[in-house]
């Protein structure tokens, strides 16, 4: 079993910054590690995921360049930096964990966090 609790969401401007962190207990080690987020109305989308490994990461093409992933294994957390955030970026963002390679597929995930949100004005 694995457990996740996101934070760090909330209001920017475009152009501004936030960290997501994504909080897990349990054994996490042994799986990939993605977020994606849902905007108002739309599906689910994959933005980025840590491979099974950790050795490999993959971003959709619409963050490539502005978001980037990184990890604190010692604390069990994994980080999405947003930067040149953009309105269409306003959505909630989930993390989950998969038993997968890395997977970009919601269903591909086992584990899912509750989500925060982020809103990015104009």
């Known amino acids: 079993q694995v457990q996740l609790v996101e934070s760090g969401g909330g209001l920017v401007q475009a152009g501004g910054s936030l960290r997501l962190s994504c909080a897990a207990s349990?054994?996490?080690?042994?799986?990939?590690m993605g977020w994606f987020r849902q905007p108002p109305g739309k599906e689910r989308e994959f933005v980025a995921t840590?491979?099974?490994?950790?050795?490999?990461?993959r971003y959709a093409d619409s963050v490539k360049g502005r978001f980037t992933l990184s990890r604190d294994n010692a604390k069990n957390t994994v980080y999405l930096q947003m930067n040149s955030l953009k309105p269409e970026d306003t959505a909630v963002y989930y993390c989950?964990?998969?038993?997968?390679?890395?997977?970009?597929?919601?269903?591909?995930?086992?584990?899912w966090g509750q989500g925060t949100q982020v809103t990015v004005s104009s």
């Open positions: 989950a964990a998969s038993t997968g390679f890395a997977p970009v597929l919601p269903p591909n995930y086992d584990y």
């Open positions: 840590y491979s099974r490994t950790g050795a490999s990461t």
């Open positions: 349990g054994r996490t080690f042994s799986y990939a």
